[in-house]
């Protein structure tokens, strides 16, 4: 459990981090690199949540396994 908030916090100070710079370098204004951030957040929402159905499967199929080597033992 700790390391899943270590990681959150860590994401989230570094997309703050990388806005800062941006915005103080005047790469982008501040609207435009919260809408970077924005973006790229909901890219990577599709992508965990492929991730979670993916291990979800996997774990009810490890499972499913399991139980046919257990009643072929029986």
Same mark, same amino acid.
Do not use: N, P
């Given at each position: 459990?700790?390391?899943?908030? *270590?990681?959150?916090?860590?994401?989230?100070?570094s997309? !703050?981090? $990388? /806005? =800062?710079?941006?915005?103080?370098?005047?790469?982008?204004k501040?609207?435009?690199?919260?809408? *970077?951030?924005h973006?790229?957040?909901q890219?990577m929402m !599709?992508? $965990? /949540? =492929?991730l979670v159905m993916?291990?979800?499967?996997l774990?009810?199929?490890s499972?499913?396994?399991?139980?046919?080597?257990?009643l072929?033992?029986?």
């Amino acid at each position: 459990s700790d390391s899943y908030r *270590s990681l959150l916090w860590a994401s989230l100070i570094s997309g !703050i981090v $990388a /806005i =800062i710079l941006t915005v103080s370098q005047r790469i982008r204004k501040l609207e435009e690199a919260i809408k *970077s951030w924005h973006s790229g957040v909901q890219s990577m929402m !599709i992508a $965990a /949540i =492929i991730l979670v159905m993916v291990i979800t499967f996997l774990y009810q199929c490890s499972v499913f396994l399991f139980l046919v080597q257990i009643l072929t033992y029986i």
